[in-house]
Nanobody, 120 residues
Framework: QVQLVESGGGLVQAGGSLRLSCGIS????????LGWYRQAPGKRRELVAN???????NYGDGVKGRFTISADNAKNTWYLQMNNLKPEDTAVYYC??????????????WGQGTQVTVSS
């Protein structure tokens, strides 16, 4: 019923920029939080950034100052602007959201993932 669709990954040289996008496909009653996570080979999934319905943001220590999360609440769409990319940013990036779906179910949903590769 609820699916997330994300895009914007690719190959970029160190120091470059990318912008990831994520949107909700399907109807929801409300959205509590929107976020981005990433997972590199052999690593555990880690928080990149998230934003609450009240507009408060949180960032992982490794990206703060370089990445910015933003949201278009009217479209249930959110973005991750990634600047000054480093090779250690290479990972699969996943968007996620906590929503109350039609029918009242409260749950967390994940995008399919998009590969970001940063060359040195």
């Amino acid at each position: 019923q609820v699916q997330l669709v994300e895009s914007g990954g690719g190959l970029v040289q160190a120091g470059g920029s990318l912008r990831l996008s994520c949107g909700i496909s399907g109807s929801v009653l409300s959205v509590n939080a929107l976020g981005w996570y990433r997972q590199a080979p052999g690593k555990r999934r880690e928080l990149v950034a998230n934003i609450t319905s009240g507009g408060r943001t949180n960032y992982g220590d490794g990206v703060k100052g370089r990445f910015t999360i933003s949201a278009d609440n009217a479209k249930n769409t959110w973005y991750l602007q990634m600047n000054n990319l480093k090779p250690e940013d290479t990972a699969v990036y996943y968007c996620d959201t906590e929503v109350r779906a039609i029918g009242g179910y409260l749950g967390v949903f994940w995008g399919q993932g998009t590969q970001v590769t940063v060359s040195s």
